[in-house]
């Protein structure tokens, strides 16, 4: 593969990473009224969907926004649209908010979760078409991302009508099939003996486990329960990531640089601190300081 074919994925990569992270400045507020919360140790009180948040004001920010934790609504600094947000806002309901346009309004609020999920998918298939050990599924992957843009592009009633399930099934199918040649690479190129490195399968129940200094380079770690796991220092690269959960995990000087399927909103529900490395796509969240 030459040096050209790598500077341009990586080129595009950024880019559409830029369109995948939430702006709130061109949102109608929609993650503060579509989504219900019940009162719990994430959220103060109790809201429905398509209720607007008391804290929303008029031109669509959170008049609470610097000071969420403090105010008991740690959930929603945990939130990530992926850019779904904007999307929907300017693009899907080309501006038209729904205070303009009441009648809307429930239509919207039910596509925000759907194009979410799209959005989520194109997050994962830009990153993947970065991983240069699963150079063989790039031409798949970039299918599956313009497949997956051009859904974002439906209208409000045939995104309601989309049969996400299926469409994430295929892929993750292709994600998966990265993951695994990116683990093998990973596992080939580890010089400590595989007995002492730690091996997982999906959705392993790691809740509050012991993993301090742990080796997971390379771990399969997609869909663990890692709520309140020790993590200090533990080495992730190269492990897949996708859809674990980590509502206070300690990452304090764990390094996931070269994790895979890692998102911000993982990282917003972790504890971390300076040390914590980081693959560059991705920031330390601001409580992390």
Known sequence: MSENHEYSEAVFAESSRRSLQSNCDSCFGLCCVAL????????????????????????????????????????????????????????????????????SATQMFTVLPIMKQLHELLWYLTEALTLQSAYSLHD???????????????????????????????????????????????????????????????????????????????????????IAADLRGADLRAADLIGADFRDADLSGADLTESIFLTQAQLNAAIGDTQTKLPPSLTSPSHWQ
């Open 36 to 103: 219900p919360f019940a009162a719990s140790a994430d959220f103060a009180f109790t809201k429905d969907g398509g209720q607007p948040c008391h804290n929303l004001q008029a031109d669509y920010h959170c008049s609470i926004h610097k000071n969420l934790r403090q105010q008991g609504l740690k959930g929603c600094t945990v939130y990530d649209c992926f850019g779904a947000g904007q999307k929907v806002s300017q693009v899907t309901f080309g501006g038209k908010d729904w205070r303009q346009v009441p009648a």
């Open 140 to 226: 798949a992957i970039r299918s599956a991302l313009e497949e997956t843009e051009q859904l974002t592009l439906l209208s409000p009633e045939a995104l309601i009508e989309l049969d996400m399930p299926v469409h994430r099934a295929n892929v993750n199918e292709l994600l998966l099939r990265t993951s695994e040649l990116v683990r093998a690479e990973a596992h080939h190129h580890n010089k400590k003996p595989s007995a002492y490195r730690k091996a997982y399968n999906r959705g392993a129940d790691l809740i509050g486990a012991k993993l301090k200094g742990a080796d997971l380079s390379g771990a399969n770690l997609r869909g663990a329960y890692l």
